[in-house]
């Protein structure tokens, strides 16, 4: 959801009306000062006057020219679009065995390569296994939660994006492909047989550690062999998403 809100806001509708609350807001304030100073009969923002002689005048107020600098700038800054100026960088990016890809990401790529990058960098996946301090379990929580929210950025791309962009369809399928190629392999593997153990033998633990009771699992020595694989390739993964996102290392 979160991310579906992420991206709307970032869609030139939502800028748009983003922008015309702003500027009501601005016209009741204009209103509500220009009374202050001149009172409800010196109000006079805006004079039409066509005289006698079929002259045509129109006199603005310096209240209504300060309103229309207000309301100049609000455009500019809401509505304007800033991909005029964003200038895309050819990137070629690799995540462990899969195949490398090629991306010239405009601004509305590299927004999902960021978003992708936030979730990543702040979870147990873009951060280096510690075997003495790390609990499994807990990384495969949080590895549980990236899964979920990396398929919701993707699902929430609008299908219109994807059609007229092929780097966004390229990044999405690579984000997709992380996920099932590397990620829940490994999930699939070892993540029912660990939790399963370790609930048990936590029942029975006297006092133990989290770090202690994990390391007498029978399969300990290759699932961390594994899980710092699939972490290492998360790091890899990590840095392209950064790549993309902000056209450099």
Request: net charge positive; proline share 3%.
């Amino acid at each position: 959801m979160r991310g579906r809100w992420q991206l709307w806001k970032e869609t030139m509708r939502a800028r748009i009306m983003l922008a015309l609350f702003w500027m009501g807001v601005s016209l009741m304030v204009t209103v509500y000062v220009a009374r202050l100073f001149a009172g409800n009969s010196g109000l006079d923002l805006l004079r039409l006057q066509l005289s006698s002689a079929a002259t045509f005048s129109v006199s603005l107020s310096p209240w209504i020219v300060a309103l229309f600098v207000v309301w100049a700038a609000l455009i500019y800054w809401l509505v304007w679009p800033k991909s005029q100026a964003w200038e895309a960088k050819e990137v070629s990016v690799k995540v462990g065995n899969l195949a490398d890809i090629k991306l010239t990401p405009n601004q509305e790529v590299a927004g999902i390569a960021h978003r992708a990058w936030a979730e990543l960098v702040s979870r147990k996946a873009g951060m280096a296994f510690d075997e003495e301090n790390d609990v499994i379990n807990e990384v495969y929580d949080s590895w549980y939660k990236l899964f979920v929210e990396i398929r919701g950025l993707v699902k929430a791309i609008p299908v219109e994006k994807l059609r007229a962009s092929e780097d966004a369809q390229k990044l999405c399928d690579y984000l997709l492909s992380v996920l099932n190629n590397i990620l829940r392999p490994h999930l699939t593997k070892h993540q029912a047989r660990f939790r399963s153990w370790y609930e048990n033998e936590l029942k029975k633990s006297a006092g133990q550690s989290p770090q202690d009771i994990q390391k007498g699992y029978p399969q300990y020595a290759e699932l961390v062999q594994d899980l710092k694989g699939v972490n290492a390739d998360f790091l890899d993964f990590e840095r392209a998403l950064r790549i993309i996102a902000r056209g450099k290392e």
